[in-house]
């Protein structure tokens, strides 16, 4: 009896959750370890489809970074990343784009629709769901892009229909060209252009950390400001850079409050959405803000 009791109470904890998201957009950042272990892929998905039967509107956008690298490396072509962002040449955006586009994507969409969901799967170069410019940087970074802008028609006409969309974070540029963006960058975005309620990116590790060595001294709350100034610090390891960049770019665009969060973690997603506590670390312009 005491179990049913629980059970009870966890779904009373989550109602005025569900009662607030209803009827929203949370755009999520599928990465990390949840992206290759395959309990944690189930997990993520099945979080995916319980957030759409339960009125929210959710997106998916998927990284695959570990997974290039190793076909790249099957190939003999070596990695190289200048802050967190691949190095992208004519032959890397052709492995990139078979990897993300033809291979993770379809995975996704796979378990969505196994669990009851029905996805589809689209590349920003769907109706011209993401156009993209040559990222300028002070190392030539080849055909890394970043985003011009977003037409998110596409996805506001799926989710009107019940559909769930997978976006994979390959952009077309101005003459229909492919440019890698990083899909940290591509979900801020896509939150900022859909008016999401939250962006959650799914990472290795449990949040932004005050000591990058140490798994404990994890920071819960981040205001816009204390998140910037985190940015141009030297505590924020290469990787994590593009998330926190990300975070701060959703904040700024409007999105109320953005999550870093352990894809470690099953199920991290609605333990982040429907309960009280939460896990990782929120970004918010302000500092009261729940949830």
């Known amino acids: ?9 966890i779904l009373i904890e989550a109602l005025p959750y569900i009662q607030q998201f209803a009827g ?22 099945r979080d995916i489809v319980m957030m759409h039967f339960v009125g929210i509107r959710p997106v998916v956008v998927h990284g695959g970074g570990p997974r290039i690298s190793a076909m790249m490396e099957r190939l003999g072509i070596q990695p190289e990343f200048v802050r967190g962002l691949r190095v992208t040449t004519e032959q890397t955006m052709e492995v990139a784009q078979m990897v993300l586009v033809g291979s993770i994507n379809k995975e996704i969409v796979s378990l969505i629709n196994a669990e ?25 970074l080849g055909y890394v892009g970043e985003v011009e802008s977003i037409d998110a028609g596409v996805l506001e006409t799926l989710a009107a229909s019940g559909y769930i969309a997978v976006v994979s974070p390959v952009g077309a540029g101005p003459k229909g060209e492919s440019f890698n963006i990083n899909a940290d960058h591509a979900a801020a975005e896509l939150a900022v252009a859909v008016g999401a309620a939250k962006l959650i990116n799914l990472t290795d590790v449990p949040g932004i950390l005050a000591d990058p060595d140490d798994e404990e001294s994890l920071i819960s709350t981040l205001t816009l400001d204390e ?24 904040v700024e665009g409007g999105v109320p409050r953005a999550h870093i969060i352990d894809g470690r973690i099953p199920h991290a997603s609605l333990i982040e959405v429907f309960t009280d506590r939460g896990i990782g670390t929120m970004i918010s312009a302000d500092p009261s803000t729940d949830g």
């Open 1 to 9: 009896m005491a179990d049913v009791e629980e059970r009870a109470q």
């Open 24 to 45: 929203s957009t949370i755009v999520v950042k599928h990465g990390g370890s949840a992206m290759v272990d395959h309990e944690l892929r189930r997990a993520v998905a």
């Open 116 to 140: 009851g969901g029905q996805a589809v799967g689209l590349s920003g170069k769907d109706a011209n769901l993401i156009r993209t410019r040559k990222m300028e940087s002070e190392a030539d």
């Open 227 to 250: 998140a910037q100034g985190l940015l141009g610090g030297e505590d924020i390891g290469e990787g994590m850079i593009p998330k926190l960049e990300s975070a701060i770019r959703a």
